[in-house]
């Protein structure tokens, strides 16, 4: 029986098959959906560009938008006309927008300038709702890979358990896995546990690819390698 790879470096000569089995859409076969599926956002974000005197108060009319999906996706507009400096991540939270205003406000892009931008794009604006779609199947890519990989192991290794979310979800907590972790908020993405369920045999990590939803600091492999460190300290 040939020896398993002990480092990385060993899997370099067939990096090509350890990519993500994922497929993506060709441009610019989609941009009809997308401008069907975003013209009544861009739409609606210039009837709420009408009334406010200020782009604080244009935000905080989005943020009382009752509607969860919409709101999000007239933040979204939000961020790439007036305050590119915040994540969507940030704008969403509805409960956060008075915070943002007092500490993003002065940097948003002034009511007049937005309003005279907007109108000097077509409905639908072609390029707006390609750069908006993307946002749409962001963490897909990252779901697959990880339910792929449950199945796999479930397969391979009936007689143990593996338990955290196969695609979305939330990740299960150092805290919850050892009473005395000194961090127990630290999220990791699965556990691996003997024929009983009781015996911890493994801590993971999920890469996933940086364009997903979710890619921030810790789900990179530098947020990966303190948090080995961490868990091995």
Known sequence: MSKVPKSFAAYKKDSHNWITLATGEYYPDILKDACEL?????????????????????????????DGWMRIQLARVFRKYVSPETSVEMLKNKTQAKTICERFGKGFRPIQKVQAAYETRPIPDEALCAVLWEYKDRGKKGYDLTDKFFSI????????????????????????????YPNPKRPVDFAIYDYNGHDLLAIGLARYDSDRGGAQEDDRTGGHQNCAHEILS
């Open 38 to 66: 975003y013209k009544p956002i861009l739409v609606m974000f210039g009837q709420q560009l009408k009334t406010p005197e200020s782009s604080i108060a244009l935000f905080m009319q989005i943020a009382n938008v009752s």
């Open 153 to 180: 192991f479930r397969l391979t290794f009936p007689d143990l358990t593996i338990k955290g979310p196969e695609r979305a979800g939330k990740d299960i907590l150092m805290g919850e896995v050892f009473n005395d």
